[in-house]
């Protein structure tokens, strides 16, 4: 399978295949769906959220969608340091396309699963 790099590479024109390479996995949907009902979150209610991500799965996958521009992230010089996430713009624009698919997929579950 390739990784985000080579997919890039590959089909460096396909906005399709290089947008759908940053949100298609496991957990950024979940995430997403997440900050969109949380509005601003910490790591630790993200982690509540989602209690089956690991702690290193949610810490890459905070950050490639950051550097994806679907979240904001926002580090405050405390003691101990507090980091909020949010959706980005660009995030909260794409999330009615999501739940569309959520509501697709929960229309269509049982004929999908069976």
């Not at 906005?15 to 900050?35: A, E, F, G, Y």
């Not at 209690?51 to 996958?61: F, G, N, R």
């Not at 994806?68 to 995030?91: Q, T, W």
Request: glycine content about 2%.
């Amino acid at each position: 399978m390739l990784n985000m790099k080579e997919l890039d590479l590959q089909y460096p024109t396909c906005p399709v295949r290089n947008v759908l390479s940053r949100i298609s996995d496991k957990w950024s949907l979940l995430i997403l769906c997440s900050l969109q009902e949380g509005e601003i979150m910490r790591y630790k209610d993200l982690k509540n959220a989602i209690p089956d991500i690991s702690e290193k799965v949610l810490s890459s996958t905070l950050k490639r969608l950051n550097e994806g521009h679907l979240i904001n992230r926002k580090m405050y010089k405390e003691i101990p340091p507090r980091v909020e996430y949010s959706l980005s713009d660009m995030g909260k624009e794409l999330m009615p396309a999501v739940q569309m698919m959520i509501t697709w997929a929960q229309t269509h579950f049982d004929e999908i699963t069976n």
